[in-house]
């Protein structure tokens, strides 16, 4: 936190007090907050806590079963950053319905970062809220996202992580869906004017496979489209190396308030041609 710091260390009965000032960081990174309706991270958890089966946002806690909170739940991946891991018969159920009502007036965006290994069968679906032909689909190496006249999916690989972000605009604006894989636009497509997005029987989201091991970073969704931007900074504030997120944050401000490139914010080294 911004302000005086008192540092102590100390070894048996000598000690050294060290009196330091926090000043505010001029690169502002984090996640969007306006119309978060779901946000679970994984972020600062650990099996030692009194009670590591929780996992709330608001009023939505996450139900965990057959867990043993040892070689499963809040562990650290191979940079050190904590993970909730699900693997074996280890489950979760999130009791929040993404598809629960047709999003086409507000909009919906939907994001996650995971990572997949020790896959057996690359079909196992890993995350799920999926019922009668709409909702969100997690295989082992691929995502999928349904509504009842569109489709969207997308091959990644296991054991890299990946973010990826489903955001639908509303049928006001030009009925987009965008997939960005990374905080990169990697795919787009419109869904018809007619088309539909509720699931007929809602159901729960549910994470887990007897066939493939997930790390999970976070979770979130949003009651609107997030922009080009938003998704952007979102991807950045959620970089956990610090020197890696910074060198994003410098490459990637190049643009204004309302979202137009600024000419002398480019890249020394980046040509570009004026029209």
Do not use: H
């Amino acid at each position: 936190n911004v302000g005086n710091l008192k540092i102590e260390i100390k070894s048996g009965e000598i000690s050294k007090t060290y009196n330091l000032t926090v000043t505010e960081s001029e690169i502002q990174v984090e996640i969007e907050s306006e119309a978060l309706a779901l946000n679970l991270t994984s972020a600062g958890r650990s099996n030692n806590e009194e009670n590591p089966g929780t996992w709330k946002y608001n009023d939505i806690s996450a139900v965990f079963s057959n867990f043993n909170f040892k070689s499963d739940g809040w562990q650290a991946d191979e940079i050190g950053t904590t993970v909730l891991r699900v693997t074996g018969d280890a489950r979760v159920n999130i009791p929040y319905q993404i598809f629960k009502n047709d999003f086409r007036t507000t909009g919906k965006t939907i994001e996650l970062k995971l990572k997949t290994k020790d896959v057996r069968n690359y079909d196992a679906e890993i995350i799920s809220c999926y019922s009668g032909g709409r909702g969100l689909k997690v295989t082992a190496q691929s995502v999928m996202l349904q509504s009842e006249q569109s489709k969207m999916s997308y091959n990644f690989k296991d054991e890299e992580i990946v973010y990826i972000t489903f955001a639908v605009e509303k049928r006001s604006e030009n009925r987009l869906i965008y997939l960005y894989i990374n905080g990169i636009c990697s795919q787009v497509i419109q869904y018809p004017v007619n088309d539909d997005f509720a699931q007929v029987e809602p159901v729960n989201i549910t994470i887990g496979s007897n066939d493939c091991t997930v790390d999970l970073y976070y979770i979130r969704a949003y009651n609107n489209d997030l922009t080009r931007m938003q998704v952007l900074d979102n991807w950045i504030a959620s970089i956990d190396d610090v020197t890696l997120m910074l060198d994003k944050y410098i490459k990637n401000n190049v643009y204004d308030a309302y979202g137009k490139i600024v000419i002398d914010n480019l890249p020394n080294d980046l040509p570009y041609l004026i029209l």
